[in-house]
């Protein structure tokens, strides 16, 4: 069983509208991460979550984004109204509780927007 | 600044061995990691230093030198499926312990 699940898997959008993210963590992870990439780019971070509250966002993170804990166990990741260099696999990662504190990823949503 | 280096691409041959470098420079360090990503996929653990030194998990390795700022990860008995990118990612001190990831490394294994 995977440690992390995402859905959808492939979500294509018309510039402007909104697109929720979702992820469903194995519940006895602690830490849990969002991430981008951008095709043939580098693993960008986007935001870490812990104890149902945000405990660090980077500068992509802006307004346009948000994440929430809804039900206590799954996670979504909401981009308010999309531009097109938001096309990207978001990645949502949970952090391991053993020694190393390796992250599990997810299979990852990409997101085409057109 | 925060820094993490590493070669944009390498190519070895099936059946060889091929170490990939990685060099940091970073606020503070809580160990580094070793990622593979495959085309299209999410990235998977491969290893993790936090002493100097050479871990070993079977025909994959990898060393630290701290002082250095430096690691590499090796492989060996290079097979086909070991064409991925290889990414390289260090735990600061700072930011509650956030990952700064390097662009990785594309390896392509030819027969």
């Known amino acids: 069983e995977p440690e992390v699940t995402q859905t959808p898997s492939h979500q294509v959008t018309q510039m402007g509208q909104e697109v929720i993210l979702r992820c469903v963590p194995i519940?006895?992870?602690?830490?849990f991460y969002w991430y981008r990439q951008i095709l043939g780019q580098k693993v960008e971070f986007l935001v870490s979550?812990?104890?149902?509250?945000?405990?660090?966002k980077s500068e992509i993170f802006d307004d346009q984004f948000s994440v929430e804990r809804p039900d206590g166990s799954n996670f979504t990741l909401k981009i308010r109204s999309t531009k097109l260099e938001d096309s990207a696999m978001y990645f949502c990662?949970?952090?391991?509780?053993?020694?190393?504190?390796?992250?599990?990823f997810g299979e990852g949503s990409r997101l085409t927007v057109l | 600044g925060q820094n993490i280096d590493q070669p944009t691409e390498m190519t070895a041959t099936e059946g060889a061995i091929v170490q990939i470098n990685c060099t940091y420079q970073?606020?503070?360090?809580?160990?580094l990691f070793w990622y593979q990503q495959h085309a299209g996929e999410a990235p998977t653990f491969l290893s993790y230093?936090?002493l100097d030194g050479l871990e070993e998990k079977g025909r994959f390795s990898s060393f630290l030198s701290r002082s250095k700022g430096y690691s590499y990860l090796l492989l060996k008995e290079l097979q086909m499926k070991d064409s991925a990118s290889y990414l390289c990612?260090?735990?600061?001190?700072?930011?509650?312990?956030?990952?700064?990831w390097g662009a990785g490394t594309k390896l392509i294994i030819k027969p």
């Open positions: 519940s006895n992870h602690l830490y």
């Open positions: 230093n936090v």
């Open positions: 979550f812990y104890n149902n509250e945000i405990s660090e």
């Open positions: 990662a949970a952090q391991g509780t053993g020694v190393t504190g390796e992250l599990f």
């Open positions: 970073t606020s503070g360090f809580n160990g």
């Open positions: 990612a260090v735990r600061g001190s700072d930011s509650n312990y956030q990952l700064i």
